[in-house]
Structure formats: C-alpha cells, structure tokens
C-alpha cells in the first residue's frame, strides 16, 4: 500500500463517492433482491491516529415508500462514543453495540486495519493461505477481532470480516471487499467497497475521490455527548391495551407497532410480534394477563420484514405455533435455527429450541369457534411484500393490516392496493385496526388515502 510509514503518517483520509445501500430485511419476498437505496454526496472522514470517523450520506429510496424517501444521514464515532446527528443538528448517543459496530465499520479499510495490526498491542494470529489469498486473524488493541484477507501476489488488502449481532439474524459476518486501487501520493488506495452482511449486500460505494491529510474538521465528540450514558441496548417498551370489541384487544404504547388478541373459546390469538424481542416479550406477557386463564397458544405474523418478524424467535421459545403465508415458512424455520452467541436471545439460551410449528396460509384461512371468527386473506399484487397476510373480523367488520396504510404516512403507495384487497375479498370495512398507526372508521381512511395518494 506503500509501506509502514506511509500508513503510520496519515492523519485523515477523506473518502467521496456514491452507491447503493440494500435494505436488508425488506425484500418484497424472502428470496427476492433487496429494495434499494440510492446513496449520493456520500463522504466518509477517518482519522486513524484517533480513532474517529464521520460518515454523511444522503440516500434515496427507489422502491414505493409511505415516508420520506429522501434522507440525509450524519453518522460519527470517536472511540468507544457513537451518535448521528439529525437534521437540526442534535446529537443522539448510540448503545454500545451501535458503537461497536461502527468501530468495526471503521476498521473495514485497508488504511485502519493495517495501522490497527501495526499497533504493539494489536495481536497477530492463524496466519494462512487460501487459493491466492493470505489471511491473518487481527485482534486490535481495544480487543476486537477481525481477519485481513491480502491478495497473495500483490500484497494488497482484499478484504476484512468481523463478527456481529443482528437481532433477526443472529451471529453475523461483515465483510467489507476493497477493489480497483489507485495511487494516490505514493499510497495505494481502494476506489470501491462492497459490504455483505450475510450473504447480502449492505452498502456498495464506489468512490470518485480519496484524499489524504485533507481538512477534516472536527471529529471529536461533543464534550457533553462523551459526558452522557450511552443508549440502553434494550430501550423500556410500554404497551398499552384498548379493547376493540368484545374478546379482542389493540395492544399499542410504545414506538410504532401494535398488536391485536382474539380470544377464542379455549385459546388466545396473537396478531403480529413485532420491532424487538423486548417489545415481543412485553406484549405475550400483556396477552397473559388480559383473559381469564385462556392460553396463548398461536401468533399470526403478516409477513416476513424484519421489524414485523422480530419476535419470531420470542414465538418460537415460548412454543407458539406461527401462522403466516406459505411463501414465509422456509425463511422463518432459517430464522429459527441461527445461531445467537454473540447477544443470545431466549431462544437461545434455552438452548433445546422446540422445534418450531408454522400453520401455512395460501390464499385464506378461516380462524373460527363458537367464541371467535378472523378469517385471513393473501394480500393480492401488493409491490410492498408479496407474502402478507391481512386479517377480517366478520362480526364486527374489522379490518387488521400492516403496512397498507398508517394513519401517520405522508403519502399513500398503497391505496389502490388496499381498496382492490378489499373488494376483492368482498369486505365491508367498518373499522381499521392496525400494526402501524392508529384505529379509524374506514370512512376516515378513504378519505386520508385520497388526500395523500
Ligand atoms: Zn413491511
Ligand atoms: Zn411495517
């Protein structure tokens, strides 16, 4: 790359370019692509010596989005403290595991994993070939772990992977490849990076500028923001609970996604758990305590995106059976087998995992005793996810559904969608209840959808 001292002498390297950032957990089918995100003026400042970096972006959805599908990220890490800044210029302090991560982030370059390997207190071990590729396990003076994999004959960096905690996937590589280098004051540099999470793609930046020792402002963190705690890693959940009707129940509170309980004869039935196992293990225990000794025993989940899956495993562990559409079972029985050392869920350490039980729906099924009836419907030709269930109340003309509308959303992608579903199943909606947002009349929600399409 040009040799020990090059290396050892870079202040700040300045990288500019632009690319993609996959949205992981968001494909409209568990095996289908990723959805997108165009990323431009992307800028990542690193100061090696220091052990600091800000990264800003703005990023641009290219796939049919209810938010703002335009965003500007600032992102920034000195040390141990980690935080974005948002658009007014406030900063918030990430959890420690957001921090770790973002270390990592910082270490996935050929510059900072080699000054980290030249550090005296870095440890080198397992130095070994594979085909043309020379690989070294590095653990860093701060005591992280990576492995540097060097092209056997040009000596340059070709990759570095690591190992995390992702709450849907469990245990994790992050690998980060570095290809097309190009010379730049005598050192060697990459001008693209592709990073996988898994086996998927998490961010592809080709770069159009590497610039050393350039002026790289302030790095350091906010003396306040280093003063304060960092954020918990499970932050308090609240839910709350609303009656709907009789036997069925709205569980809210909390962040943006809810739940609902039917009760049936003998058993009660959740729809969705999901944003976090914490929120997952908060509603189970708010569905235990509304009725009447009945046992929980099943949870409907609406489809496979990973905030509206999050409490699979939570489901799982606790021997609920799962029911979701036919084209989601393959993907949650993966789910449920991964491995979580790194940050171990109940599922986890309960260690003899039961096996997990999925009732498949194709295009309906019909819930129903004397107590109860919701009867679930395949949402039809809907280019959000094409594995979603939605649920229907007969008796009281309820209408429970995920992301085809959020009374909040600035616009609405999916009215046409939600309307055709409607008709087709021949429904008379009177009430919405649903996963995001908050209860309305029908009426309500036609017209809202009309005024933001
Ligand atoms: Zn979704
Ligand atoms: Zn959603």
Same mark, same amino acid.
């Given at each position: ?29 568990? %095996? ?12 990542? #400042? ?34 141990? #403290? ?46 070994? *070939? ?5 690989? #070294? ?10 492995? &540097?994999?060097? %092209? ?11 190992? /995390? ?22 050192? *060697? ?67 943006? =996604? ?28 708010? /569905?235990?305590? &509304? ?32 029911? /979701? ?71 009281? =003309? ?20 939600? *309307? ?12 919405? #209840? ?17 005024? *933001?399409?």
């Amino acid at each position: 790359m040009g040799g020990k001292d090059r290396i050892l002498a870079v202040k700040t390297l300045t990288i500019e370019g632009e690319g993609e950032n996959p949205n992981l957990g968001q494909n409209i089918t568990p %095996d289908a692509p990723l959805t997108v995100w165009k990323v431009t003026e992307f800028k990542r #400042v690193i100061d090696p010596p220091k052990s600091r970096m800000r990264a800003t972006q703005v990023r641009t959805a290219q796939f049919p989005f209810a938010l703002a599908t335009v965003v500007n990220q600032n992102m920034a890490l000195d040390g141990d #403290v980690a935080w974005n800044v948002n658009l007014d210029g406030n900063s918030t302090r990430l959890s420690d595991r957001a921090a770790f991560d973002r270390r990592m982030e910082l270490l996935h370059h050929p510059l900072t994993i080699l000054r980290a390997a030249l550090d005296p207190g870095a440890k080198l071990s397992n130095f070994r *070939k594979d085909g043309d590729q020379e690989l #070294v396990d590095v653990t860093t003076a701060h005591g992280d772990s990576l492995t &540097l994999a060097l %092209d056997a004959i040009t000596r340059l960096p070709l990759s570095v992977s690591s190992m /995390t905690d992702q709450p849907n996937l469990g245990d994790v590589a992050i690998k980060t490849s570095f290809s097309q280098y190009e010379d730049v004051n005598g050192m *060697k540099l990459p001008m693209r990076f592709t990073t996988k999470i898994d086996k998927w793609v998490q961010s592809d930046i080709r770069v159009s500028k590497n610039t050393l020792n350039g002026d790289a402002a302030d790095l350091a963190a906010p003396a306040a923001l280093s003063a304060s705690l960092p954020a918990p890693a499970n932050p308090p959940v609240e839910v709350t609970v609303e009656q709907v009707a009789p036997g069925i129940w709205w569980l809210a509170g909390s962040g943006n =996604h809810r739940s609902v309980v039917f009760a049936f004869a003998d058993h009660l039935t959740l729809f969705e758990l999901p944003e976090s196992e914490a929120r997952a293990k908060a509603v189970i225990e708010k /569905t235990h305590s &509304l009725a009447f000794g009945k046992p929980l025993t099943e949870v409907i989940v609406s489809h496979h995106h990973f905030d509206h899956s999050a409490g699979l495993r939570v489901a799982v562990s606790e021997g609920l059976t799962i029911i /979701t559409q036919s084209g989601n079972a393959a993907f949650f029985k993966d789910l449920a087998a991964r491995k979580h050392t790194i940050v171990p869920d109940d599922l986890a350490r309960n260690g003899g995992a039961p096996p997990i039980r999925i009732r498949t729906v194709d295009d309906q099924l019909v819930l129903k005793d004397e107590a109860m009836e919701v009867d679930l419907y395949h949402v039809k030709d809907n280019s959000h996810c094409d594995t979603l269930l939605m649920g229907w109340v007969p008796r009281d =003309h309820i209408l429970v559904q995920a992301d085809l509308y959020d009374s909040g959303w600035l616009k609405y992608p999916w009215a046409d969608n939600l *309307k055709a579903n409607v008709e087709l199943r021949k429904l008379k909606v009177g009430k919405d #209840v649903p996963i995001h947002g908050r209860i309305e009349s029908y009426a309500d929600v036609l017209k809202r959808m009309q005024e *933001k399409q």
